[in-house]
């Protein structure tokens, strides 16, 4: 019997096809596949559902994105109920592991905060170039490079009070940032994201793709934080370098399938049925073909 599969997406809008292209790929290899909106999970008695069906039946639960915050707490409650090793993304995972404050061992100097004060004078013992974002913002949106106290005052000021991100400026980013995809043990791939004119290199926001081998610099930090995320049971996600630094780890829904196949003229899909196939212990044929 062929393995099957759940994805759980959301209504918004999404900033890339890994909804359509990533079942699609399970479907291409005779996977049996099903999608639902995550707030059809239901809860009856003990047994976590979704139209009837008891969720823990599927081989694997992939949920792509985070859905709509207002539930959010209690759907990351009702998937902690299932065995987390069926879930791609674990249900501690959105909560502990998605915002940047998780991954600043390896990361520039890095200062976060809701007090734009303390920010200021963080800057004023430490003078230089700085990039400015929320801790959680995703996209590139409101990333800023400052230099000044004044910057910082005025950007924090005019926001919504979330907690921001201060991080030393690392000027090696103006040669591109690396975009490495992971998927169970596989690398799947890499490329370069080249800055639009404000420096982001995010491609939702006019970043530029091009092909890339990994320096053995990159190579030694993607295969650390690669680590951490298969101990944190983590099953894809994107690792963003520069300079030697670590820039980002995406683990909600980092995109990155439709460049590498349109960079690299092949589908990397299927490398990811085979890394889900091996990281679940699923003998398919059709994943190995």
């Known amino acids: 019997m062929p393995p099957s599969i759940l994805f759980l997406t959301g209504p918004e809008a999404p900033h890339n096809d890994n909804h359509q292209r990533i079942p699609q790929g399970f479907r291409d290899?005779?996977?049996k596949v099903h999608c639902h909106n995550h707030e059809e999970l239901t809860l009856s008695q003990d047994l976590v559902t979704i139209k009837s069906k008891y969720i823990a039946d599927y081989d694997v639960i992939w949920s792509i994105g985070l859905g709509r915050m207002c539930s959010f707490v209690d759907?990351?409650?009702?998937l902690s109920l299932l065995p987390q090793e069926k879930l791609m993304l674990p249900a501690h995972a959105p909560l502990?592991?998605?915002g940047k404050a998780a991954w600043l061992k390896q990361a520039p100097q890095t200062h976060i905060s809701m007090d734009a004060g303390h920010l200021t004078t963080v800057m004023a013992d430490h003078p230089g170039t700085w990039v400015l974002k929320p801790n959680a913002g995703s996209l590139g949106r409101s990333v800023h490079r400052?230099?000044?106290?004044?910057?910082?005052r005025q950007i924090i000021g005019q926001a919504t009070p979330q907690y921001w991100l201060l991080q030393h400026y690392v000027p090696?980013?103006?040669q591109g940032e690396t975009r490495t995809l992971i998927c169970g043990t596989a690398v799947i791939g890499s490329y370069l994201r080249l800055p639009n004119a404000q420096g982001i290199?995010?491609?939702s926001a006019g970043g530029r793709a091009e092909t890339t081998t990994l320096t053995a610099t990159d190579r030694r930090l993607v295969q650390q934080v690669h680590q951490q995320l298969i101990q944190y049971g983590i099953g894809f996600a994107a690792i963003d370098t520069?300079?030697?630094y670590l820039i980002e780890t995406n683990i909600a829904n980092p995109g990155g399938l439709e460049?590498?196949?349109r960079l690299y003229q092949r589908d990397f899909t299927r490398d990811v049925v085979n890394a889900v196939s091996a990281r679940h212990h699923l003998d398919w044929p059709e994943s190995t073909a």
Request: glycine share 6%; hydrophobic share 45%.
């Open 201 to 203: 290199t995010n491609l």
């Open 75 to 78: 759907r990351m409650q009702l």
């Open 96 to 98: 502990l592991l998605h």
């Open 259 to 261: 460049t590498l196949s």
């Open 242 to 244: 520069a300079g030697g």
């Open 146 to 152: 400052v230099r000044k106290a004044s910057q910082v």
């Open 29 to 31: 290899a005779h996977w």
């Open 172 to 174: 090696e980013i103006e």
